[in-house]
């Protein structure tokens, strides 16, 4: 039997949560977080204290061992609240990459950064992006090698999310970096990743971007220039960083399709009040076709893909739990709620501010923040939609059809 409901405990979590951002996240305070170009920690440690922060880690480790159906459920909640997606943004980031170093760290990573990230104390994200290219993770040039019971790490990593948050708030990096020669065949073989703390010796934040959205966290990037770190940062094994990464753009992957759809409904509803107030010709324009199709057009395309994203984390969730799905299966799924929903949210907003007119176009209406910070994951962050399609296009054809061997 199909059972679409949820369990009373993610109902609770969900009722809380909007009874919190009601409170803490009015529309008015995100316009001031996006104008003032930050996110207080203050919202962040309160998030922690409802234990919304890493929350898939287990419990002895910090977190409430929820599960990625919950942890959607956030996410959505978040995006529904902060539609510029900042506070969803830096909530996701951690959530799936402090994850991945949690179930696969020490306990001395643990302590310095995972227990605090969980606390709102300190913050952890993903550095794998290069100048050269985000892309083609096998083509990036930072390089770690041994020497003696250290590692050192050089080069430098770019397009980082929440670089500024990382030297405020304390915390680092999973860094992946090459630390052998790629065989040819398999040119994502030979990467390690590292906890890299942002304030080691030798790493230098060198560059701050002005961002189009999102304007409240941080994007930059950081040099490493002779960084000495002891093996116990290691992530995982050595030369198997790959994997890892490809885990943590899973986790990453789902959460924005939760967040990019919470955006989209809190857009459709700002829009439906709008059009059954302002009249154009005597009448709502709510009452004309060519505005009701779009909104139909748009909630059909909407209540698909909640479908999707909410069957795709039950899917990551019996991968888990119970091993019913291959990790390939389950990453095909997660590609296509990536493919979808950030280009679907974003003609959201776009179909929303074309009904609010002038209005629309202008700061006092909040919809233009949304199109500025959905518009970054259609550009890429956590991997570009063409990026989705090559994995999807390699599980339907199998690997001797992967266009870059
Ligand atoms: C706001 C923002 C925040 C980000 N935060 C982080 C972060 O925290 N950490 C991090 O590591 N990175 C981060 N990124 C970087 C992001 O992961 C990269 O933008 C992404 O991986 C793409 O890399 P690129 O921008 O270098 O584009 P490229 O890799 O140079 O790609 C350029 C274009 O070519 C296309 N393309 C490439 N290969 C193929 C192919 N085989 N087939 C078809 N088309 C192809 C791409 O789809 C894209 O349209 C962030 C990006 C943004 C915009």
Redesign the pocket.
Known sequence: MVDFSFTEEQKLIRNELRGWCEKNLPLEKIREMDSNGEIPQSLVKSMADMGLLIMTAPVEHGGTGADWVTACIVGEELGYADISIALPVLWL?ESSWGYVVDKHCNEYVREKVIRKAIKGDAFI?????EAG????VASFKSHAKKKGSKWILNGE?M????TEEAKKWGGGYFVNVRTSPAPPESPHRGMTGFYLPIDTPGVEISKRFE?MG?MAIS?GGFSMDNVSLPANHIIGEVDKGFYLTMEGFDCARILIGAVCLGAAKRALELGMDYIKERRAFGRPIGKFEGIQFELADDWARLAAQRSLVYRTAWMMDKRYEEKRFTPLEVAKMISACKLLTPHFAFDVFKHVMLWFGAYGYTKECPIEMGLRGIM?YC?????????QR?VIARELLGKEYI??K
Do not use: W
């Open positions: 980031v994200g993903i550095a794998s992006t290219g985000g892309s083609d990593k397009y980082l999310s929440g961002d999102r994007t970054s550009v890429g962050a956590e991997g570009t939609a063409n990026i090559v266009a870059y």
